[in-house]
């Protein structure tokens, strides 16, 4: 076994992950998107809890994950992000819903939506589509300015080669992003009233 088959997070399709809840079998749910993003849409069920704020608070809420925990993200990126920083804690029982809430709804499986916002990576799109633009366009005056679309485009390619995005992490920080639920506290209360009820 090679060393990228070790550290691949082991995944759950969206087919036996409803099957599992179907069957009154339902792991833990914790949705890694930010609090916009879980508002717009999100599997019925599920927690959200913010990847920023899972990465650092992980000690407190490994007490509140004891069982079967299933991560879930847009597209399955951030959740692996996840799934890595709770199994650095030794947390056992972790899968990645693979291919995210794109492939959740693909199968059209029961959702439940709120109001409507742009995900993270749309935003990251905007915002880096705009700079460069922006920077090409005014280049004609300030000849360096290319620069700053060459750096942009750095920026992205770093990001896809390390699995990280640091535009959509400042993003995801915006009052935009954030929701009125998205403090520890709160998600760790929400997380032991579910434990009490099971």
Known sequence: MTTSETTRPATLDATSLRELIDSGRAPRLLDVRTPAEFETVHIPGAYNVP???????REELRNHLDEDVVLICRSGARATQAEQALAEI????LKVLNGGMLAWQ???A?????????????QVRLVAG????ASVL?????PGLTWVAGFIGAGLTFAAVTNTCAMGMMLGKLPYNRGASCDLESIVGQ???AGSRA
Do not use: C, M, Y
Request: positive net charge; aromatic residues 6%; charged residues 30%.
């Open 51 to 57: 990847l920023d704020l899972l990465k650092e608070h």
């Open 90 to 93: 030794g947390l056992p029982n």
């Open 106 to 108: 693909a199968t059209k």
């Open 110 to 122: 029961p959702i439940k939506q709120g109001k409507q916002r742009w995900d993270l990576e749309r």
């Open 130 to 133: 705009s700079i460069v633009l």
């Open 138 to 142: 005014g280049s004609v005056f300030v």
């Open 191 to 193: 997380l032991r009233g």
